[in-house]
C-alpha cells in the first residue's frame, strides 16, 4: 500500500473530508489578499470556495501604509545633505475585495469579473491619526516636468511660468487623508485638463494615491481567469485584462498577460519560479524560489521578490506564442477603457525567440538601477518607481542617497510562502514602496538644478498568515496538518479502489 493510503485508512475517509473542508475554509478567511484558494475545487459558482472568493469581507485582511516625512525638503539643492526620510505610520485600513459583475463561461473554462476594493482605517492598528501632516516632493509639479520633457521648448517655458505663478513648490505638505483619499487640488491640475493639451492626463480633478479608488471598480480592469475546471494546471491563472491578452504599456513579448490572479494556484508546486499578474503595475511580476520552509508546523515552499523581477538586465525564455501585439492605442485609454483592441501577431517577430532581456523590455528606455520597477507607463505618464521598501534588495545607492532608509530583509521583502502539495498560500507579506523620480530640467526653472533620486512616497504592506488558533479549531487529537493536505490531493472520484490507480492517474476531485 502507498503511504497515503495508510493514513487515510487511518483517518478515515468521512472525518477526513470535515477536517479538509474545515481547514481550507479557515485558510480562505485568511490567505493571500484576503482571498483564497481551495485547490481541491476549482472555481465554480458553487464551489466552496465561491463565496469567499466574491466577497472577503468576512476575513480579516489590512493594508498598512507608512509614509515619509521630509524633514529638511529646503536643503535640497544643497548638495552636502541628503534628503532627510522619518518614517511615519502605520496607517492601517481594513481591506474588503469585492468581485461583481462575474459572468462565467463553461464553455472555456474562465470567469470575467470586475473588483471592487473598499477601505475602512483601523485606528486601534494605526500609529498616528489621519490628520498627521506629511511633508512630500511635489508629485503633481514632478509629473508636469516629467511629461513635458519632450514638448516642445516653448510648452516647457509655459509650465515653467504656470509654476512660478501658482507660487509652487517642490514639495507638498498636506494630510495623511489628503494624500491617500480626498485628494487635494493643485492648480496644474485644472490648468492641464482646461488646455486640452494633456489628452493623456488622468480623469481627475485631484490628486491623491487612492483618491476616489475607494469603492471603485474601475482600477483593477476586468479580469478574464482560468477556473481549472477542465485543466487544474491553468487555475487562478488570469488569460485577459481588459478584454485584451496582451498589454500596450510594455515592448513584446513583456507586454504578455500570464501569471496567476493571486488568489488560486494549482496543486503540486515544483520550486519553479511562480509568476503573478498585477494591475496595478501593469505587468506580471516573478517570484523565485528561496527556500523549504516550515511555517507554523507546514511545509512550505517560499518564493520572493529577486533579481528576476528587480534587475534591469534579467534574461527569459520567452515561447513565440508570448510575443503579442498591440495595435496602437494611448496609454490612457487602455488602462482604465474596455474596448477590445485587435492584437495582431507581427510576422517579423512571430519566430522562436530562444531568450530575451526582458529587462530591456520592461526597462521602457532608459534603465534605472537594479531594485525599482519602471511603471510610468502604466500611471498616465507619472514618473512612478516600484521597489521593495527602503529599496531593499537594490542598488545600494538608492538607499544612501537619503538619510532614514535602513533596508532589512525580514521587514522589507515581498514573498508567498505556498504548501506544495495543494498551492495554498499558508503565509504572504505583500510589501510595495512607490518611488518618484525626480531629476533636473533644462527649462523648467524649479528642477533646473536638483539632484537625480528615486524618492519614496509611501511603503505598503499586506501581511497574512494561518492563525494560530487554526489548530486548535482544527486540528482534532493527534492528525498532523501534513498528512490532511496530503489525503485532500489524492482523494479519488468515486471513493474506488487507491490500488487500482497510480498516482499520475489520479485528478482532482471535489468531494462535497
Ligand atoms: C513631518 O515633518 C515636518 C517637518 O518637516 C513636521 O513639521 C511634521 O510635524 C512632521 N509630521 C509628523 C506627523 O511627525
Ligand atoms: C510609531 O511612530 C513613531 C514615529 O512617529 C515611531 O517612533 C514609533 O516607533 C512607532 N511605534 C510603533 C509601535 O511602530
Ligand atoms: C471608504 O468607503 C466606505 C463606504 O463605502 C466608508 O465607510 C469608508 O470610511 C471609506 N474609507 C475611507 C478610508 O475613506
Ligand atoms: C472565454 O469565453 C468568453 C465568452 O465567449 C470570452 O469573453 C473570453 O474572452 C474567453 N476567454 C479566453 C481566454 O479566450
Ligand atoms: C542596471 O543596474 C545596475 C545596478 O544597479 C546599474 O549599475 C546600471 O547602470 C543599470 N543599467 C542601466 C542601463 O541603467
Ligand atoms: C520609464 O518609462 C518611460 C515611459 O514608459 C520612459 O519614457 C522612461 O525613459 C523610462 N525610464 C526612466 C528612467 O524614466
Redesign the pocket.
Known amino acids: 500500500m502507498r503511504p497515503w493510503t495508510v493514513r487515510r485508512a487511518l483517518l478515515g475517509s468521512a472525518g477526513l473530508t470535515l477536517i479538509i473542508f474545515g481547514a481550507a475554509l479557515y485558510l480562505l478567511r485568511h490567505a493571500i489578499f484576503g482571498k483564497i484558494v481551495n485547490n481541491v475545487l476549482s472555481l465554480t459558482p458553487n464551489s466552496k470556495a465561491y463565496e469567499m472568493w466574491r466577497d472577503t469581507d468576512k476575513m480579516n485582511t489590512y493594508l498598512d501604509i507608512y509614509f515619509f516625512n521630509w524633514t529638511n525638503p529646503e536643503d535640497l539643492l544643497d548638495l552636502s545633505k541628503k534628503p532627510n526620510l522619518v518614517q511615519l505610520g502605520p496607517y492601517s485600513f481594513r481591506e474588503r475585495r469585492e468581485k461583481v459583475n462575474i459572468v462565467f463561461h463553461p464553455e472555456n473554462d474562465t470567469v470575467s469579473y470586475q473588483q471592487r476594493r473598499t477601505w475602512f482605517l483601523d485606528k486601534s492598528r494605526s500609529n498616528g491619526s489621519l490628520d498627521d501632516k506629511i511633508c512630500e516632493l511635489n508629485v503633481v509639479a514632478v509629473s508636469a516636468a516629467e511629461k513635458t520633457r519632450f514638448w516642445p521648448y516653448m510648452m516647457q517655458q509655459s509650465l515653467s511660468y504656470m509654476l512660478d505663478q501658482f507660487s509652487s513648490k517642490y514639495y507638498v505638505v498636506k494630510t495623511v487623508d489628503e494624500l491617500l483619499f480626498t485628494g487635494f487640488e493643485d492648480h496644474l491640475i485644472s490648468m492641464g485638463r482646461m488646455s486640452g493639451l494633456d489628452d493623456t492626463a488622468p480623469p481627475f480633478d485631484r490628486f491623491g494615491w487612492f483618491y476616489e479608488r475607494n469603492g471603485s471598480t474601475m482600477f483593477d480592469g476586468t479580469n478574464n481567469m482560468a477556473t481549472g475546471v477542465n485543466d487544474i494546471e491553468n487555475l487562478g491563472k488570469v488569460l485577459k485584462w481588459n478584454y485584451q491578452n496582451a498589454t500596450n504599456?510594455y515592448e513584446s513579448p513583456c507586454n504578455a498577460i500570464e501569471g496567476s490572479a493571486g488568489e488560486f494556484w494549482p496543486p503540486y508546486r515544483t520550486t519553479e519560479d511562480i509568476r503573478l499578474f498585477t494591475p496595478d503595475i501593469c505587468r506580471p511580476v516573478t517570484y523565485e524560489f528561496e527556500k523549504e520552509v516550515v511555517y507554523k508546523g507546514i511545509q512550505g515552499y517560499k518564493f520572493a521578490l529577486g533579481k528576476k523581477t528587480l534587475s534591469n538586465d534579467t534574461r527569459r525564455h520567452y515561447p513565440h506564442q508570448q510575443f503579442k501585439y498591440v495595435e496602437s492605442m494611448t496609454t490612457a485609454e487602455g488602462f482604465s477603457s474596455a474596448d477590445p483592441t485587435v492584437i495582431k501577431p507581427q510576422p517579423e517577430i512571430d519566430r522562436d525567440f530562444k531568450e530575451m532581456n526582458e529587462g530591456k523590455c520592461y526597462?521602457?528606455?532608459?534603465?534605472?538601477p537594479m531594485g525599482v520597477l519602471?511603471i510610468?507607463?502604466c500611471r498616465y505618464?507619472a514618473?512612478g518607481f516600484i521597489s521593495l521598501p527602503h529599496f531593499n534588495r537594490g542598488d545600494k545607492v538608492l538607499a544612501s542617497s537619503f538619510t532614514g532608509l535602513q533596508p532589512v530583509d525580514d521587514k522589507h521583502s515581498f514573498y508567498i510562502t505556498l504548501e506544495p502539495t495543494t498551492g495554498i498560500p499558508i503565509d504572504v507579506a505583500a510589501r510595495l514602496q512607490v518611488n518618484i523620480?525626480l531629476r533636473p530640467s533644462k527649462s523648467v526653472v524649479m528642477f533646473k538644478d536638483v539632484p537625480t533620486l528615486y524618492f519614496p512616497m509611501f511603503w505598503f504592506e499586506m501581511k497574512v498568515g494561518i492563525p494560530d488558533d487554526m489548530f486548535t479549531q482544527n486540528k482534532p487529537n493527534g492528525v498532523d496538518m501534513s498528512q490532511v493536505k496530503t489525503e485532500v490531493v489524492y482523494m479519488d472520484k468515486a471513493g474506488t479502489s487507491e490500488d487500482t490507480q497510480t498516482r499520475t492517474d489520479r485528478r482532482l476531485h471535489p468531494k462535497l
Not at 363 to 368: A, L, Y
Open positions: 504599456y526597462c521602457n528606455g532608459e534603465c534605472s519602471n510610468t507607463a505618464g514618473p523620480l
